[in-house]
């Protein structure tokens, strides 16, 4: 595996090869896998579950990898191409990119969305840029618009929920939060649960559309794989029968790089809190997921969260076993 | 072993076990012993010793570790309990802790004392309330009244010493130092002593009395270990035949949480500097502890630590061979 | 090896030697090579590069690592001696040197330049003080005049592109840089390629003289290997057939700690930025050297950095490469 970027980049045998090497990592540890091999981890936005969960995964099987963030230069990371550089920043990530990448047997790289032009966050430019300046195995660990290694973890967590593909309903729910947050993970969400051939459902506020590329590929996904995928702003008819609600606030779309704009709609909508009410026409053991970190009863209710229905640490536990899995295919001879 | 929290926890013949490993593993390296494993590093307080001893511990082992502290989160960690989070904080650590947890075979946690409410921090209340989270074997990194890592050093210094346990004089002195500090450090340092037999004298300026659950705990292990304690403001007294004065600075308890009230009782005291003439009634062979990290000319005056009395350098170096111990013994199958 | 510190301790022979070993743990990895082993990692400056490459080092040869840098103390670390501590800083680097020694097999210190005072540049002192301080075998990750890592990487990626050392001739140039940079790079740059026998021309503008020590302890190396050192500020005889130039900016020694005084002077030389033009009387194949960060634009023009002259990238895994070999020399019984 050369690049681990776009969950869809893997069909459905692939994955649960995956999935199932992860499940198999878990209870016959392989602590010699990757001895000698290093992973280069570079993060151009903070992160807490990537960070620990990459390194623990390199360690479980045996390997080493090192953590790089701009304010370990000397005056940060340059971007921007052909640029003179006589201010603050002493290096620029043409430089320090590659050579990042030059130390280890792959690299996992974060870059997040600008938000300021749609079309540039859906093409994955600054990532792929990035990316276009490595020769080693490549894993996206949070872009713009991808983060397969949250939804790997995401569908090994409803796979062990036993939540079924065939008829399993799954709500991606967008939720309040006082901030303009990037479109990667509802993105990475919708596309992962059709491709898994679930009937999901959209659930967002007015303004708050996906963007048709987005909703284009998850119908494509659902079509092949047996799912179907609906878009609604009507919490009673998302969440009727519903397997489990996937919540997550994002950016409006129809104000994208307009926070002013996105503000205003927002402040309307501070009743976009996950509470029990929601889950009434849902089924009884109807579960909640999120990505973290998640705002206490700003996105979701303290009562929903410390409850039974909520499985956020083993959806987040599940990251450091599906990165083994992808790691081992990347580096294992 | 589920926790090292608390070294009373530990009967004399447990602890000599432990300190037996420590030895052994330092002339009889076993790099392999805990290859695959992952030691979780939380940090909510600053470290230096315990941050690079713990890793070098588990990289001498074989295993492997990763260290998180609340800049790595976006906005810092929340930890109060029932909060509406729409401020800066985006992550609780409700969710944070559990999932650092569960990365690792085992974590350590740091937590310093609030120095609010006395009761509260002699309960641990902050420390307990995070492990209440977690569902690993947990390591007491320093709390607000316990450090067993720090104690099980000292009590292995002391062996190498050989500084005898039964008639072996202890002096734990109050010092000098700009800022009021927690109570961790003098707390564990008079319970080790205390049960290690020793004769403990504990030397502090009126108004700085360790708190009667310390002191009453310290009488209780000296009852049976065969030795004794006691208390003083007279330094000549304290000093008279001792084996080793272990120096540290902390709180007005009569003034704990008010900080100008500390601060006027401790600007008088700035006489409390350990120096030459204070060994003067002490053996002649009478060691210098400080647990680090030590204000020079403050705490402890230049002429001793850089003298044949200090052991500060290899009490420090006792940090990673008594975790190593600790690490053995909580993961290893 | 008990101290990797100046590349001229070591005899071409020797030299040879660690390079051969760098190919071939290169091409036969021995991931069991330093197991149970740890590097301390002192930074009291910032790094990208080394931090990186060490780590990397490490995991490769199937040990460990672990950094310290001063923001992880309290208050950062004190370092002038005899100081009354009762300002910020809670720790002194007499205590924290020799404890983070203590954890490793061996240490690697990064202590820049102070650039007040050029004789305390030049002995090494701050550096020296710190070494000291340490009785495990130390590696010299930068001083204020040092830095064999970047000298002995240099001298690989020399061989690896075929640049003879009789009859190759080496330009180390000044660049223009807003800022006043230390001495070392250009003094370890000056010393390899003269060591290596190569013909070496300094191209600078005047008062940017390297320091006569320097340059009279190039003109010994290049004594005894056969090589040349001539010193100009004519760039077109400096290039007149070279086969590399190394470019980097430096302080003015004709204003050494005197800001304004090297400001002033700067600003005139803003030309010096190596661009095509440079190479017309060069070798057609003449390469590019930094050592990286290096400012676009600034110090070099991107077209260079871009093209196939530059060896930047390689240069700087060289890094990682050189240090396993001092690595595995210095730790492996």
Known sequence: MKRFNDLTDFDAQEIAGLLELAGRLERLPEPHALEGKVLSLLFLSPSLRTLASFQAAMARLGGGSFVISPEMSIHGLEARPGIVMDGAAAEHVRE?????????????????????????????????????????????????IQHPCQSLADWKTLDDLGIPAEGGKFVLSWAYHPLALPLAVPAAAVRMASQRGMDVTVLRPPGFELPPPVMNQARRLAAASGGS??????????????????AKSWSSTLHYGDRPGDQALREELLGWCVDEPWFEPAREDCRFMHCLPVRRGVVVADGILDGPRSVVVPQARNRMLAQMAVLYRMMKG
Request: proline letters at 3%; a negative charge; glycine letters at 4%.
């Open 229 to 246: 995928v609906t878009e609604t702003d009507d919490r009673r008819e998302a969440m009727e029968g519903a397997h489990v609600i996937y």
């Open 96 to 144: 320090a990119v590659p050579v990042i990448a030059s130390y280890g047997d792959a690299i996992g790289i974060r870059a997040f969305a600008e938000r300021r032009d749609l079309d540039e966050d859906l093409a994955d430019t600054e990532f792929e840029n990035l990316v276009s300046l490595v020769d080693v195995p490549v894993i996206n660990m949070e872009s713009a």
